[in-house]
């Protein structure tokens, strides 16, 4: 049997069929932009509908935003604000009938990779549009009631919060061009991406500073669009957190990029089962 997982964003759509920890297919779609609710669940529902198999046994999404963990209300979606406060899982269910599961995609990513690499304390960060960060302890996900237990982009930093300094809007606002653009650049030897990536890799240091107080993990795994440019940052990154950090912290610390590019399906799979096995 396998599960239909999602993850939802706010311009596209992966989907995959996952058997365990092996993606079958996978699909993309370009979200519709600026639609309301009823616009946006039928699109779900034509994609989903397309992809279902006589051996799915359900559907599991993962979405940019907060869930309330007991009625399954998405509480804020801020890239898909269409979607706050409506019961997407339960009307897809009806829609459906067949369970459905929803849970916030840094939360799936961080699963996804603690599967994957047999991770039992790890923090997964994801950096793109904006950040978000998913909790493992001892092995399980920790999402806290709300969802909200990763949720570090919108920590207090400088001017503003962590997520202006250490998402992809940092490169647009500071150097008025994108992360992808820039990390072209810096690939050609381009002096100026290099030293942005320097910039970049200092923010993200007091950002993990701030995580390891609260979290203390053992691993920590960057995933997103950004975490592309993961070679040009992570030496500043390092450096930085030397200062920044009690040194015994940082002696069996590792940071490292994603080596998946689906861990989010893989994690959304791996929470259908879990939610399945916790009600029999």
């Not at 946006?40 to 006589?54: E, R």
């Not at 996804?112 to 960060?133: C, K, R, S």
């Not at 920590?220 to 015994?248: M, T, W």
Request: proline share 3%; glycine share 10%; hydrophobic share 40%.
């Amino acid at each position: 049997m396998s599960v239909l997982c999602l993850d939802l964003g706010g311009t596209k759509l992966m989907l995959a069929q996952v058997e365990g920890k092996t993606l079958l297919d996978t699909w993309r779609y370009p979200v519709p932009a600026d639609g309301n609710f009823e616009q946006l669940f039928d699109f779900l529902v034509t994609c989903i509908h397309s992809h279902l198999t006589p051996e799915t046994c359900g559907i599991s999404i993962g979405i940019p935003g907060m869930v309330d963990m007991q009625s399954g209300t998405l509480l804020e979606v801020l890239n898909i604000p269409a979607l706050t406060a409506t019961q997407l899982a339960q009307q897809l269910k009806n829609t459906f009938e067949m369970d459905v599961v929803v849970n916030n995609d840094a939360n799936l990513f961080a699963l996804g990779e603690a599967v994957l690499n047999h991770n039992q304390d790890m923090l997964g960060i994801t950096l793109g549009t904006g950040v978000g960060a998913g909790v493992i302890f001892n092995g399980q996900l920790y999402s806290g009631k709300h969802c909200a237990a990763g949720e570090i982009g919108s920590l207090s930093y400088r001017d503003g919060i962590i997520e202006h300094y250490c998402s992809g809007q940092y490169f647009t606002v500071h150097h008025q061009m994108s992360g992808e653009h820039l990390y072209q650049k810096a690939c050609e030897g381009d002096s100026q991406a290099l030293q942005a990536f320097v910039h970049f890799g200092e923010h993200l240091a007091h950002m993990i500073a701030q995580t390891l107080l609260v979290y203390d993990p053992k691993d920590i795994i960057l995933g997103g669009s950004v975490s592309q440019s993961f070679p040009f940052f992570i030496e500043a990154l390092k450096q930085k957190l030397q200062s920044l950090v009690y040194g015994p912290q940082l002696a069996d610390l590792t940071i490292s990029a994603s080596q998946h590019h689906n861990a989010a399906l893989i994690g959304a799979a791996q929470w259908f089962l879990q939610q399945k096995d916790s009600v029999k």
